[in-house]
């Protein structure tokens, strides 16, 4: 019987699930996917619409009562945080360090750009945030409909061309703050459906057989890659397929933890067991 597997059309997570997802994994079952966008698959799976699904690490504390958080497949990272951009001839608005008063585009409410945005903006919250489908967010930038837009992913090799500057690359704030790497997007297993050992074992196995053959997957990755370029598909996988992909393990495990705690703290998100507790994490 197939599984239904959510995940976004970016290059890190077509090369991390081409083998899966085309059955050169042995052992795995047949899967049907879905291409959305993290913001669209966070809202799926709070009906519990996919079987293995990628969210936001933010969108966990709403998730792990009907999901199991899986140790691998996910994007965290260091050096690749999501950025808040500016246009570079901007003037007569909000200060450059401060956005108060501003209208803000972000990809997502419950994405973990737009909680780290909200931490790293305590105390200076912008006058109005609209969540806008990312593909509009820097070019809504460049014409003036906003006077900063939150991006992630491609956007971080390709915004000095829409005539932008970032304010502020999240990812170092967060670095330099914690020492923690960045936890983006995880990767989720339906309890009741899906024996998260076994789909930790797929998954490591589909990531192991990208790597071992990365022309493989290139054509299905430039297929979903839209308008992006191969070389930027290249510097995409490069930035957000690395280590953790393979296994979070005690540094990717504490990133978690520190930013649901902090988040939990400062009245963002509920409260919610640690990360480690509601995981299968052999």
């Known amino acids: 019987m197939a599984l239904s597997l959510a995940i976004s059309p970016c290059p890190n997570d077509t090369f991390v699930f081409h083998a899966l997802v085309h059955g050169q994994v042995p052992g795995a079952p047949p899967v049907t996917v879905t291409y959305a966008d993290v913001d669209v698959t966070n ?26 958080l899986l140790p691998c497949g996910g994007a965290l990272g260091r050096g690749c945080g999501p950025l808040v951009l500016t246009r570079t001839d901007r003037g007569g608005g909000p200060e450059r360090d401060d956005l ?20 790293w903006a305590a105390g ?26 939150l991006v992630i992913h491609e956007a971080r090799f390709t915004y000095p061309r829409h005539g932008l500057t970032a304010l ?22 339906r309890r009741g459906v899906v024996d998260p ?20 997957s290139r054509a299905y990755v430039l297929a979903h890659a839209q308008e992006m370029e191969p070389d930027v598909v290249d510097r995409h996988i490069g930035l957000y397929v690395n280590e953790f992909t393979a296994d979070l393990g005690e540094a990717g495990f504490a990133a978690v933890e520190a ?12 409260q919610t067991s640690s990360s480690r507790a509601t ?3 052999s």
Do not use: C, N
């Open 43 to 68: 809202t799926a799976a709070e009906r519990g619409a996919f079987d293995l699904v990628k969210v936001s690490y933010a969108a966990l504390p709403w998730l792990l009562e009907d999901y199991h």
């Open 100 to 119: 108060t008063g501003a209208t803000v585009a972000v990809p997502g409410d419950r994405t973990t750009a737009y909680l780290l945005f909200r931490l």
């Open 124 to 149: 200076r919250t912008p006058q109005r945030i609209e969540v806008v489908p990312f593909h509009e967010i820097m070019p809504g930038v460049a014409a003036g409909r906003y006077d900063a837009g």
């Open 168 to 189: 502020v690359d999240l990812g170092e704030w967060w670095e330099s703050d914690t020492g923690l790497p960045i936890p983006l997007g995880a990767i989720l297993a």
């Open 197 to 216: 050992q076994q789909a930790a074992g797929w998954i490591r196995d589909s990531v192991q057989r990208a790597w071992a053959d990365p022309a493989a």
């Open 259 to 270: 930013l649901l705690g902090r988040a939990a703290d400062a009245g963002l998100v509920p």
């Open 279 to 281: 995981a299968w994490t």
